[in-house]
């Protein structure tokens, strides 16, 4: 069974950054893919980046490419979320996933964590 616990949400301004950490515990008998979705408040869960098992492949979403940066460390079970210059619409809970098929859709993944509140204030 995977868990997943994301960490590092915060109240932060405009232009500033924040990263965010994924762990993962458990066990899987298949390497897992990682990555980050989001959803702003009254809107629906979108995607924002995702990284294959050996971090050689990554994709982040058009919308916030060039500020934030997926990355992860197989050695401690652990994805980050390094998002740079936010601005208020990056306002959201973000959650973390893990999932067999490195996709860009929710339903591409099979474990999600509680998720973790990122608000921007302008």
């Known amino acids: 069974q995977v868990q997943l616990v994301e960490s590092g949400g915060a109240q932060v301004q405009a232009g500033e950054s924040l990263i965010l950490s994924c762990a993962r515990s458990?066990?899987?008998?298949?390497?897992?893919?990682m990555a980050w979705f989001r959803q702003p408040p009254g809107k629906e869960r979108e995607f924002v980046a995702r990284?294959?098992?050996?971090?050689?492949?990554?994709y982040v979403a058009d919308s916030v490419r060039g500020r934030f940066t997926i990355s992860r460390d197989n050695t401690k079970n652990t994805s980050q979320l390094q998002m740079n210059d936010l601005k208020p619409e990056d306002t959201a809970v973000y959650h973390c996933?893990?999932?067999?098929?490195?996709?860009?859709?929710?339903?591409?993944?099979?474990?999600w964590g509680q998720g973790t509140q990122v608000t921007v204030s302008s």
């Open positions: 996933a893990a999932g067999t098929i490195y996709g860009i859709r929710a339903s591409d993944y099979e474990y």
């Open positions: 458990g066990v899987s008998s298949t390497p897992l893919g």
């Open positions: 990284i294959s098992w050996s971090g050689e492949t990554s």
